[in-house]
Nanobody, 127 residues
Framework: QVQLVESGGGLVEAGGSLTLSCAASGRSTFSRYAMGWFRQAPGKEREFVAA????????YYLDSVKGRFSISRDNVKNMLYLQMNSLKPEDTAVYYC???????????????????WGQGTQVTVSS
């Protein structure tokens, strides 16, 4: 089992940058999980943003964030990050980190395939 706590959200102007962090703790080894970032805007379904393999060797992004967002992890510090640049008003949402235990064959985009979730952090981009 793993507990996830996001931080780093806030209010930023369009074109600005934010870095989200996700701290993992618990009895399970962080490096055994693929990790993902999702977001949910009001009235919309939860949306995949980015995922990273257990060792950071593979990443995958939502098309609309490619080139602007970068996912990374530090398995020594048990941390997951999402660097967000060139932010747009449509990036406004609650951002969640999630852990996918033991999957190695592909990086999932489906929320139902993730085992643990954080509580979320609000990102608001003003125009």
């Amino acid at each position: 089992q793993v507990q996830l706590v996001e931080s780093g959200g806030g209010l930023v102007e369009a074109g600005g940058s934010l870095t989200l962090s996700c701290a993992a703790s618990g009895r399970s080894t962080f490096s055994r999980y693929a990790m993902g970032w999702f977001r949910q805007a009001p009235g919309k379904e939860r949306e995949f943003v980015a995922a990273i393999s257990w060792n950071g060797g593979r990443t995958y992004y939502l098309d609309s964030v490619k080139g602007r967002f970068s996912i990374s992890r530090d398995n020594v510090k048990n941390m997951l990050y999402l660097q967000m640049n060139s932010l747009k008003p449509e990036d406004t949402a609650v951002y969640y980190c999630a852990a996918d235990f033991g999957r190695t064959t592909y990086l999932s985009q489906k929320p139902t395939e993730y085992d643990y979730w954080g509580q979320g952090t609000q990102v608001t981009v003003s125009s």
